[in-house]
């Protein structure tokens, strides 16, 4: 029987590529036509409908027999007789339809109701196979062709039905299409993504992601090479199977970053989401290319997901670095009560391993960040600075701590001084360092707050050095003045030697700090030396005495500056030279040049005070209030301001309040 022009133009291209469907259609509409037009196109012929009903129950089982054996042409065999079946029943209720005899439909859908039976019977085998394509394009891809040219064979079939839009019969449209790319897209999220849940830490989560990546090359091999063979190009398989991998992917490391994950684990992810994924081991292997293309299918991690995951590693990393540099420092200060002196360098400098250790561990977090995105790395450069700045706030405080304990015992630690010298060296270390953390030499500036950090560690460590010289010191400060060091005694060379002993122990430090800290040592000895004289001890009783006082000043002054010198201390940036200055306003023969000579001295040491001054015309035990008051007056006539890089040296002085005169209870003063 040939076909109408309608049906004609309701053929589609897909018949070209399947002829066993249209020789399918042409016998099941045949048939159908044929019995509806000789036996149902009249209704009072309606009764005899049940005399074939026990026919169509042997061809039902016919079919489910087929359906039993799970063969391709069984399968073929067997969609053929239904589609022929369907056919007839819905040609007699499309005729039924244009006549108007709706009622009758219930009578013929009941005589057919097993058609639905075998119709999800079939359905059923048929998404079985696609559940299992992938294996099957392998071992037998004979039965998928046959799934698929059943699913085209119902595909044109709807379209035709949609086409006419007239009457749709019962079950119309299947959608077997869809539903077959339905089912391939739960077969491949079923497989990977709906496991129980995994070890999201440590090597579980390696291996799950590694699991991962060889299967999904594997599988779209598969598709690539063989399943595209086995559909109609149209199918687009090896796109859909990218997609659903994709989209599936994107998911899954999504439900895995919503659990509380390690710093390796969240490392794991961002690796392998940036850099494992778009890489020749994975979707641009080459075995893929360059059919596979995921570049249109946008990132597999959103930038908002990366940002987020980069700052919870970071998190991660800063708690494992807080914990490293505390124990670095438990051990530090640990070695301080060793027995021996820290270690030295090649050249004799003191030094320890604390340095190395910090930047090593810094250095080592930022290479490896580096590995991931340049956003990751300067999250945990910057938290690297951060860190590094509290160490060295804690740094301080244990070095504060254990100055305590060591004036408490100043056998305890034995080599105390070495080992803050190495703290100085190792300092200098971090701060020579610091600026080679980021990889990037235009973004290696240290941020003012770090340099801060450095320059306070350094001054506390500088501070209790000189400390421990002052400890050292003052027992032969307070024997200045007196009448015994007046006449002669070897107070400042006792003190020299002190000083001597200290330069030597400063020698093992880099110079920049070396320096520091005999500039400091000079400035604390000119101060001890001068609070000494300022504390009312003795007053000369005459001029004999002040000639006396004048040439222990100025032996005291040369054998101290000549020591500093010897040591590396230029004269001109020595602190001593106030002490020449204030003996020539002991040596002046008369007081009444004394105002002129001491505008000339606040002149020189804006620093000065009142106090200081008067307490100095009393040391020299003939000045007169009348002259006293003239120099006072002339002070306040002449306010000093201190001028920019002035070192202070009178305001660190400070000047024992003058004794209140002795009063009698209810009595007038004496």
């Known amino acids: 029987m040939g076909m109408s022009a309608e049906e004609e133009r309701a053929r589609s291209p897909r018949d070209e590529e399947w002829p066993e469907a249209e020789k399918a259609e042409k016998l099941a509409r045949g048939a159908a036509l044929k019995w509806a037009s000789g036996v149902f196109y009249r209704p009072e012929k309606l009764e005899g409908l049940g005399q074939y009903r026990s026919r169509e129950m042997q061809r039902n089982s016919s079919i489910q027999s087929r359906l039993k054996l799970l063969h391709g042409q069984h399968l073929l065999e067997a969609h053929a007789e239904l589609m022929m079946m369907e056919h007839l029943r819905d040609d007699i209720l499309s005729q039924l339809h244009l006549r108007g005899l709706s009622s009758a439909q219930t009578t013929v859908l009941s005589y057919f109701g097993g058609l639905q039976e075998l119709n999800e ?77 995994m070890d999201a830490e440590g090597p579980g989560l390696a291996r799950h992601l590694a699991t991962l990546q060889k299967d999904i090359v594997s599988e779209l091999r598969v598709v690539k090479d063989l399943m595209v063979q086995c559909v109609p190009s149209h199918y687009n398989i090896l796109s859909i199977c990218t997609a659903t991998y994709h989209q599936a992917l994107t998911s899954h490391l999504q439900d895995i970053l919503r659990e509380d994950l390690d710093k390796q684990a969240l490392f794991l992810l961002l690796e392998w989401a940036l850099r494992v994924y778009h890489s020749s081991a994975m979707m641009g292997h080459p075995d893929l290319l360059p059919e596979v293309d995921v570049s249109a299918l946008g990132p597999l991690m959103s930038p908002e997901l990366v940002d987020q995951t980069e700052r919870k590693y970071v998190v991660k990393v800063k708690a494992s670095v807080l914990e490293w540099m ?48 340049d956003s990751l ?260 006539q002449h306010p000093q301001v201190l001028p920019e890089g002035y070192r202070p040296i009178f305001s660190t002085i400070l000047v024992p309040a003058p004794e209140l005169p002795f009063c009698l209870r209810k009595g007038k003063c004496a």
Not at 473 to 482: F, K, T
Not at 627 to 632: F, K
Request: contains cysteine; charged residues 25%; aromatic residues 6%.
């Open 326 to 373: 505390q124990r670095t420092l438990e051990v530090e200060f640990k070695e301080w009560f060793r027995e021996e002196e820290p270690e030295t360098d090649h050249q004799g400098f003191f030094q320890s391993a604390l340095p190395v250790i910090v930047m090593q561990m810094l250095n080592e977090n930022i290479r490896v960040a580096s590995l991931i995105t």
């Open 377 to 636: 790395q300067q999250k945990v450069y910057n938290m690297a600075l951060e860190e590094l700045e509290a160490f060295l706030g804690r740094l301080r405080e244990a070095l504060v701590q254990c100055g305590k304990e060591h004036q408490k015992d100043r056998a305890v630690p034995k080599y105390y001084v070495a080992y803050l010298l190495a703290m100085l060296n190792n300092n200098l270390a971090l701060s020579s360092s610091v600026s080679s953390l980021h990889p990037d030499t235009a973004r290696r500036e240290v941020p003012a707050s770090l340099r801060a950090a450095l320059d306070r560690t350094q001054k506390k460590a500088c501070q209790l050095l000189l400390e421990e010289l002052l400890l050292d010191l003052q027992p032969l400060c307070l024997q200045l003045p007196s009448r015994k060091w007046l006449s002669g005694s070897h107070l400042v060379g006792s003190m020299c030697e002190v000083i001597d002993k200290y330069a030597k122990d400063f020698s093992r430090v880099r110079k920049p700090v070396f320096t520091l800290l005999l500039t400091e040592s000079e400035l604390l000895v000119a101060s001890q030396y001068l609070r000494a004289l300022m504390q009312k001890k003795m007053v000369c009783k005459n001029e004999e005495e002040r000639g006396q006082l004048c040439d222990r000043l100025l032996q005291d002054a040369t054998q101290l500056r000549d020591l500093f010198c010897g040591l590396g201390l230029d004269q001109s940036q020595q602190s001593l030279e106030a002490v020449f200055a204030l003996r020539e306003l002991i040596c002046l023969k008369d007081p009444a040049l004394l105002s002129l000579e001491v505008l000339g001295f606040i002149t020189k040491y804006p620093d000065v005070s009142d106090e200081h001054i008067s307490t100095l015309l009393d040391l020299r035990g003939d000045v007169s209030k009348e002259v006293r008051h003239i120099v006072l007056e002339m002070m306040a």
């Open 121 to 197: 019977s079939l359905a059923k085998q048929l998404w079985d196979i696609v559940g299992n394509s992938l294996r099957l394009v392998r071992e037998d891809p004979v039965l998928f062709v046959t799934a698929v040219r059943i699913i085209e064979r119902e595909e044109k079939i709807d379209d035709t039905l949609l086409l006419e839009a007239t009457f749709l019969p019962p079950g119309r449209p299947k959608g077997w299409k869809q539903k077959f790319y339905q089912v391939l897209r739960e077969t491949i999220t079923g497989a990977h993504f709906h496991a129980p849940r």
